[in-house]
């Protein structure tokens, strides 16, 4: 099982991506920005974004650059404290699954 307890936190994700691998599994956690679109707002227009944190995970050998795009599986999770563990608990889900 996968337990990042005391090994990241969010002030760590604000500044850098943290990656790992877990029996066959690869993963990476990262801030990234999503767009927000306001209900009734009009495409065109410049959209608001929010942070979130981004679960990606793919088979081993291969590290994130080299692994091509349709063998990752990705998952967006609140930029906080709950989003990060909401973010390993579903690591571990995809994992007892086999979806990597």
Avoid: C
């Avoid at 679960?55 to 050998?61: D, K, L, M, T």
């Amino acid at each position: 099982m996968i337990d990042l307890h005391g090994d990241i936190s969010i002030p760590f994700l604000k500044k850098s991506r943290f990656t790992g691998s877990y029996q066959g599994m690869r993963y990476q956690l990262e801030k990234a920005e999503r767009p927000v679109q306001a209900p009734g707002e009009a495409g065109g227009q410049e959209q608001e974004t929010e942070s979130v944190i981004r679960a990606v995970i793919w088979p081993e050998p291969f590290n994130y650059e080299t692994t091509p795009d349709e063998k990752k599986h990705s998952q967006d999770f609140p930029f906080s404290l709950d989003g990060l563990w909401s973010a390993v608990d579903w690591l571990n889900e995809e994992h007892e699954a086999g979806h990597y």
